[in-house]
């Protein structure tokens, strides 16, 4: 963290016992309560802690960080969701799927799916003004994505200090196969149409995301940065939601299609929770 780290209002064991909550649903495959009534529904600085906390616990399990998240960037996805500002989350090695591959059942507690574009950063963003330019000269490439977004508070009743103090709601996310630089493809000009076992239920565009998906990276870049953990060359970032977000259940099968970069689909495994 930053040597001078925004200060949360929550008490250090309402902290620790907010994570343990989090932490017990995880383990459980059983959804808990909401962590507002020990962080508040909108600390910021306990919510990142607590996730900060959850990140921890999942390193010194030998978990590997691949990236960051972006949530909560479409208009569309808020109103769902009730909040009106973007979060970040923490990517590990553990939650991606290969393009076309299965998420086991019980992988994700309460799955819901969203079509983004996700970017693979070839410099760091650690330095510098981290302006558009500086951002777009960063990005190796981009991919049509698929994440799976999971809570582990029961039924999706989340603030915005809930969500994060819940790694932004992450569960699992698929990278498309078929990369695009940026002089190939323009994130914000992408149309994007995700179909649930062949029927259409979201579309967007690039523009819903924070308008560009570039600009939500500024962003996170920033943000990041303030925060002591800036975004290294190699991550991946999952730039946002271009649409709403749809729940799927077992035996489910997803594919996006984003124009300019081609399309990404998963499957959802039935049976026993792995």
Not at 48 to 60: G, K, P, S
Not at 204 to 233: H, K, N, S
Request: charge should be negative; include cysteine; glycine fraction near 12%.
């Amino acid at each position: 963290m930053t040597a001078n780290p925004p200060l949360a209002s929550a008490s250090t064991s309402d902290i620790a016992a907010a994570a343990a909550r989090l932490a017990g649903a995880a383990a459980s495959g059983v959804p808990c309560a909401p962590v507002r009534d020990l962080i508040g529904r909108d600390d910021l600085a306990a919510a990142y802690a607590v996730q900060a906390e959850l990140t921890a616990r999942r390193l010194a399990r030998g978990a590997r960080i691949t990236g960051r998240k972006i949530g909560l960037t479409s208009e569309s996805v808020q109103r769902q969701l009730g909040v009106d500002r973007p979060d970040f989350g923490v990517l590990f090695a553990d939650m991606a799927h290969p393009d076309g591959g299965t998420v086991p059942a019980g992988r994700v507690l309460q799955p819901r799916v969203e079509a983004e574009i996700a970017f693979v950063l070839r410099a760091d963003l650690a330095d510098g003004p981290l302006d558009t330019a500086q951002v777009r000269e960063a990005i190796g490439h981009g991919v049509a994505a698929l994440e799976i977004c999971g809570s582990r508070i029961d039924g999706w009743d989340i603030s915005l200090g809930d969500t994060v103090a819940d790694n932004a709601s992450s569960g699992a996310y698929v990278l498309g196969a078929d990369r695009r630089t940026l002089d190939e493809a323009e994130p914000v000009d992408a149309v994007m149409t995700m179909s649930v076992n062949g029927t259409e239920v979201s579309t967007g565009t690039g523009a819903a995301c924070l308008g560009d998906p570039v600009e939500a990276l500024r962003w996170l870049a920033r943000t990041a940065r303030e925060l002591g953990e800036p975004l290294r060359a190699g991550q991946v970032v999952l730039s946002g939601a271009l649409g709403p977000m749809y729940a799927v259940s077992p035996g489910d099968t997803v594919t996006a299609r984003l124009t300019g970069f081609s399309g990404v689909t998963v499957h959802f495994g039935e049976g026993e929770p792995s």
